[in-house]
């Protein structure tokens, strides 16, 4: 919405046993589970934030929507019509630029000359930019844009977390951002995904699938400037609102930075299995657009039997 057995788990592991004894021998409480936490609603959510955590990226596209659909959005990704569930990302439409940007030559050069230019040490400027951005981002959720209720009530709750993640981040670091650019941009090139007609080629599965590892690059990104978004995955948990017929309703509670977001979304019963809502009507608009430009894009036939240009 990643990490391997390793000597960091070790350390983790050392650290947690010295805290311990710190302690006096306390034991860390487990979240509770929400009520409804073993209804198929809650666990279809929490299925999804699973594949996430493991970076499996071509399973959750499979699973957050039905298989019929997943067909013709494959058709679609491979047209240059839609490219869903990337489409789920802020700012989803300068993902192909910045692959673009990552993936050129001496990329980690001319990257940190820019950073260094534009943002290296300027922590009082970045920090009030953060809390800028956050307030501006929470009013525009709750008073525009096409959003639900539960998704102008969800982002909201994101978009303030994220602000005040970003003012304690050392977003000014040179060092930092080195290191990063150091990671990101190998991933990048790799993937061999800098231009839409690279991603049309590879599909939507092949791309996820070659994304994966910028995907866990940009994790641990989040990780080493203190947002570590798998705990935030591994963390979340669901119980059952309501559920009526094929529909139900799902409380979410996950901790992103310093907060915890509580919210509730929507789901619907597709043949046996539950799917968000919102997911589905996002997949279902870009469809939509899709195969009203391939109909605009078709030459129509006169009476006659001569194309006609629309």
């Known amino acids: ?26 034991k860390k409480r487990e979240p509770e589970e929400l009520a409804g936490a073993a209804s198929e609603p809650a666990a279809a959510v929490r299925q999804l934030a699973s594949h996430l955590q493991r970076n499996d990226l071509v399973a959750f596209a499979r699973d957050a929507v039905p298989p019929d659909m ?50 290296a040490r300027q922590d009082r400027d970045l920090r009030e930019a953060a809390r800028t951005l956050g307030l501006f981002g929470v009013q525009y959720v709750k008073n525009e844009g096409d959003y639900t209720r539960e998704e102008r009530d969800h982002y909201a709750q994101v978009i303030a977390a994220l602000s005040d993640w ?11 951002a080195r290191a990063t650019l150091a ?4 991933a990048a090139r790799r993937s061999g ?11 939507m599965q092949g791309s996820l699938h070659r994304l994966t590892p910028l995907f866990i690059e940009t994790k641990a ?39 915890e977001i509580d919210t509730v979304v929507s789901l619907e019963r597709r043949g046996k299995n539950w799917y968000l809502t919102d997911y589905l009507r996002h997949a279902e608009e870009a469809l939509s657009a899709s195969e009203a430009d391939m109909e605009a894009s078709t030459p129509s036939i006169s009476p006659e039997g001569d194309p006609q240009t629309p």
């Open 70 to 119: 997943h067909a013709r959005l494959e058709t679609a990704w491979r047209q240059g019509e839609a490219r869903w569930p990337l489409s789920e990302l802020p700012l989803e439409d300068k993902l192909v630029p910045m692959l673009a940007a990552l993936s050129a030559k001496g990329a980690e050069r001319t990257l940190q000359r820019s950073f260094d230019r534009q943002f």
């Open 221 to 259: 990104t989040f990780a080493r400037y203190g947002l570590p978004l798998d705990s935030t995955f591994a963390d979340l948990r669901t119980g059952l609102v309501q559920q009526q017929g094929d529909t139900a309703t799902v409380r979410i509670h996950y901790p992103l930075g310093e907060r």
């Open 183 to 186: 990671k990101l941009a190998p």
């Open 166 to 176: 970003a003012q304690q981040a050392p977003l000014g670091d040179p060092a930092l």
């Open 193 to 203: 995904l800098a231009s839409d007609e690279a991603l049309s080629q590879a599909g």
């Open 1 to 26: 919405m990643k990490p391997k057995p390793s000597a960091s788990v070790l350390r983790v592991l050392a650290a947690l046993g010295l805290s311990l004894v710190l302690l006096g021998g306390c």
